[in-house]
């Protein structure tokens, strides 16, 4: 299991990370792991997938073999480690850069269960590059894609037909309204193809321009930041600590 746990690290850290951030995402991949086992899935199935996902993304096999030997040893030095919460092995969530905090689960979800998902202020993420992007889409291509989604015909001028109906404390869409559907703002992100929810929307003449912060879900812990405390001096533990304040780190046989 450390081998397929070496081998997803490899297709999910970025090059050139930190060595203790390393250590601390691969605890996070643990976790995930063994959630699923405890949910029914097999080894078999999830080594299908990495092999699957390693095709797909085109590595080549001197790239991956570099990359795997310092997310082995990173998998070794956290050997059995887990994220847990009241007892329970949780989803070890992770995301690539953020907009200076991360988001609080409960309030994502709301479902108490989340609740090792905690708010972090993460400062560093504002001098991150991928802090901010903007994309701007022709109008048509916007209607398009939001048909597809909702199966509505967007009537009248589509600054009437969105809107933003409600944020969470991070500043992340949680509700937006397409015509008369509510999608969430994780839904219209990938419809659009943003790079994260903690977008706004600027309507231009015949196109739409989305700004968004960061990029990902914006939930646990945020690569970027990560990199950032292992350069500073933290080891994996602190890292882990910073990001998820009420969880514990705990042993298991894996």
């Keep these: 299991m450390e081998l397929l746990l070496a081998q997803e690290a490899v297709l999910e850290i970025p090059f050139g990370y930190p ?114 992007s903007a994309v701007t889409k022709s109008s048509q291509e916007v209607e398009e894609k939001l048909y597809r989604e909702t199966g509505e015909i967007t009537e009248g001028a589509l600054e009437e ?34 790079s994260s929810s903690c977008f706004y929307i600027q309507f231009e003449n015949e196109n739409v321009r989305f700004v968004c912060q960061g990029v990902g879900h914006g939930m646990g812990l945020c690569q970027y930041g990560a990199s950032v405390l292992a350069k500073e001096g933290a080891d994996y533990q602190e890292i882990l600590r910073f990001y998820f304040p009420e969880a514990e780190l705990t042993c298991i046989d894996f």
């Design 19 to 132: 060595f203790e951030a390393v250590k601390a995402q691969t605890v996070l991949i643990r976790s995930r792991y063994q959630k699923r086992l405890e949910q029914g899935d097999t080894k078999e199935e999830l080594y299908q997938e990495i092999w699957q996902k390693q095709k797909r993304l085109g590595w080549e096999e001197t790239e991956f073999c570099e990359s795997m030997k310092i997310c082995e040893k990173a998998a070794r030095e956290t050997e059995n480690v887990v994220l847990s919460y009241c007892g329970e092995v949780v989803e070890g969530a992770y995301f690539l850069a953020g907009n200076g905090s991360t988001r609080d689960g409960i309030e994502v979800f709301s479902d108490c269960s989340y609740g090792w998902l905690t708010q972090v202020e993460n400062s560093c993420d504002l001098d991150g590059p991928d802090y901010l």
């Design 161 to 194: 037909q969105i809107e933003i109906c409600s944020r969470d404390s991070a500043g992340y869409v949680m509700i937006i309204r397409v015509g008369n559907t509510m999608l969430s703002g994780e839904r219209f992100r990938k419809v659009m193809g943003l």
